[in-house]
């Protein structure tokens, strides 16, 4: 498997973490565990860092369609080389250290790790395209 290839496997993990770390947080609000495991059909505060954790979730979700776009174009029209590779471990070490910064709300440093994730994949489609 390709290098990049394997990041797009690993991009998937991390939204698995993602998943997990929401999971966490929001078994830690008053309603926990029972609210989690209900059919949810009412609205409940999620707390702060469960609030965070869901919305980087959802952030990452869609990253992850547009990576998933550029490194699947790149793989079919094979057009993998050291700098695409280079691009996709930039993404994914942008998404790895975004988890924490958004819990943590660590700001600008977040917005600035988002650029990163985002940038690198703006450049993978644009080397999908040329």
């Known amino acids: 498997m390709t290098s990049e290839l394997t990041a797009l496997v690993i991009a998937a993990f991390i939204q698995v973490l993602h998943i997990g770390v929401s999971g966490y947080f929001m078994n830690r609000t008053p309603e926990g565990k029972a609210w989690n495991m209900s059919p949810r059909d009412t609205p409940r505060d999620p707390g702060i860092k469960g609030g965070r954790a869901l919305r980087a979730a959802d952030n990452h979700q869609t990253a992850l369609l547009l990576f998933a776009t550029a490194i699947l174009t ?57």
């Open 74 to 130: 790149l793989a079919v029209t094979n057009q993998f080389t050291g700098w695409t590779a280079t691009l996709a471990w930039i993404y994914i070490a942008a998404r790895l250290l975004y988890i924490p910064a958004y819990v943590q709300g660590w700001s600008p440093l977040r917005s600035i790790i988002w650029m990163v994730g985002f940038a690198a994949t703006a450049l993978l489609l644009l080397a999908a395209l040329f």
